[in-house]
């Protein structure tokens, strides 16, 4: 009972760990990256579909990205995907493919852009502590049913709490590493 309650935490916090990442991978920084764009949903024949899904994705240029549809009857519903994505750059549509210029941050906008991956990192670190509470309510759970001996509930509880201190480690190493690249110029 006490090692599928530290796998679930585990687990869980380790999704955790996972989302924080996908979130930094979306966020626009100085440069183009097919990650930016590749998730959008898109209005497809009755469905929403990735961009990826309907489109070729590439980078010509560092500040630059260019999708080239498959189909070109869907350029004006990708264009209107992108133009009301949280991504806050107006495509240009030549008819044959949609170009996105990468703008440069200001300064201010890369303080801002740090800001919110520092808070981001904290959402994090909250999910993880409230995974860490739940197992240890479990353990005690289980010693108050006399399924375990106090001294597994002592071993049980370090042993989540060594977890809780690995998983906070790696989120404020992604998390470094991502201000630093947005604060780089």
């Known amino acids: 009972m006490v090692k599928e309650t530290y796998e679930e935490a585990s687990q869980k916090m380790d999704h955790s760990v996972e989302n ?9 920084g100085d440069r183009a990256r097919v990650d930016l764009v590749q998730d959008i949903k ?22 630059l990205v260019v999708i080239e549809p498959w189909d070109k009857s869907m350029l004006a519903n990708i264009e209107r995907a992108i ?42 670190k909250v999910v993880v502590r409230n995974c860490r509470r739940e197992a240890r309510e479990k353990v005690e759970q289980l010693e108050k049913e006399n399924e375990i001996s106090e001294d597994e509930t002592r ?8 977890l809780t201190d690995d998983f906070i480690t790696r989120i404020d190493e992604i998390q470094e590493k991502k201000v630093k690249e947005v604060r780089q110029v």
């Open 42 to 63: 898109v209005d497809c024949y009755g469905s929403k579909m990735n961009i990826k899904q309907l489109a070729n994705i590439s980078i010509p240029e560092p500040r």
């Open 155 to 162: 071993r049980a509880q370090k042993e989540i709490q060594t």
């Open 20 to 28: 924080l990442s996908r979130r930094y991978a979306r966020l626009r």
């Open 83 to 124: 133009l009301t994505s949280e991504l806050g750059i107006n495509p240009s549509n030549d008819g044959n493919l949609i170009r996105l210029t990468i703008p440069p941050l200001t300064e201010e906008r890369r303080e801002e852009i740090a800001r919110m991956v520092k808070q981001w990192g904290e959402e994090a």
